[in-house]
């Protein structure tokens, strides 16, 4: 069975998984600006629409620059790692300057980051919705949970069970075809690497696991952790 032609993309080509309108692009999920170069081999995609595909462009670039920049501590463009922040913090100094001033002082002078939430949480369902599509079927409707937090913000507990996924963990079988049914039965359908239950797309940049078909977790540049919930 080729995992680039499973039955179930073919029954979900023509609409927008993020939104169920008429699908006209191919969206990556995640985006490349959450990846670096070379970039890994046959990325995950789904149909989406125009708007949603294009829509969530400049949140998606805003969450990666600002991810960036908390993790080197700085919004200077020579002080941040990845290639690809640094060359949008040097075109866009409006952006560097929005994210600098995200950063403040606690009580204690330790630098405290605070996103624009609203943006992220965007990105964030944006992508969970991606994920679960692209596994196994599309949710369309609003999540009734999202938790967006730093691994590093979490209690031991919390971290143990957060990172503790198990793959195919389902009420029942993944549908037949499904890429979540091929992984459950031990079968790759694709060139990812899994680890523990997480579907790696690229080491140290980004991790997610499609759970029960109803919960999705995202891990972005081992720092941000996300958990998007359906009933």
Known sequence: ?????????????????????????????????????????????VGACDECNRGASLDEEYLACFLECVVCGTTDPSGVRRQKVRRILERKPRLRKRIAEAENRDESGNSV??????RAERVILKLARGHAAYELYPHL?????????????????ERIAFEAVMLGTYQGWPELGSR??????????????????????????????????TIVQIV????????????
């Open 113 to 118: 980051w605070m996103p624009e939430m609203h």
């Open 141 to 157: 409707e609003e999540p009734c949970d999202m938790d967006i937090v730093p691994l590093i913000a979490m209690s031991e507990e």
């Open 220 to 231: 972005l540049s081992e720092y941000l952790a996300c958990r998007v919930v359906w009933e």
């Open 1 to 45: 069975m080729d995992p680039n032609q499973l039955f179930m993309d073919e029954r979900l080509t023509g609409y927008c998984v993020l939104c169920g309108g008429s699908s006209d692009t191919r969206d990556h999920v995640p985006p490349k600006v959450f990846l670096d170069k070379p970039y890994p081999e046959e990325l995950p995609v």
């Open 180 to 213: 979540a049914f091929m992984r459950a039965i031990g079968s790759s359908p694709d060139k990812r690497e899994t680890v523990g239950g997480w579907i790696i797309v690229q080491p140290g940049r980004y991790r997610y696991a499609v759970l029960e078909g």
